[in-house]
């Protein structure tokens, strides 16, 4: 089931788009990204819904973090 989504734990989903965990947390909570599960240690974030960072080919350390992602279009209440 997780393979299908691009599931990934809150720590390869912050390594995928070179940001800390806080952030991919807070980018959740601001409706970003999507979370999938719910409790410590069983919360998932689809990699499809990241940006992937730029890394270093044969080291890895980060180039450049992945762009943001968009905040939600909310409609207007009028």
């Given at each position: 089931?997780?393979?299908?989504?691009?599931?990934?734990?809150?720590?390869?989903?912050?390594?995928?788009?070179?940001?800390?965990?806080?952030?991919?947390?807070?980018?959740?909570?601001?409706?970003?990204?999507?979370?999938?599960?719910?409790?410590?240690?069983?919360v998932r974030y689809s990699?499809?819904?990241?940006?992937?960072?730029?890394?270093?080919?044969?080291?890895?350390?980060?180039?450049?973090?992945?762009?943001?992602?968009?905040l939600p279009e909310v409609?207007?209440?009028?």
């Open positions: 089931m997780a393979a299908d989504r691009g599931l990934v734990s809150e720590k390869d989903a912050a390594y995928y788009a070179g940001r800390p965990g806080v952030t991919i947390r807070r980018w959740a909570h601001e409706g970003r990204i999507r979370r999938y599960g719910s409790g410590r240690g069983n990699v499809f819904e990241l940006n992937k960072a730029d890394r270093d080919e044969w080291t890895r350390e980060l180039i450049t973090p992945g762009e943001v992602p968009p409609a207007d209440a009028a």
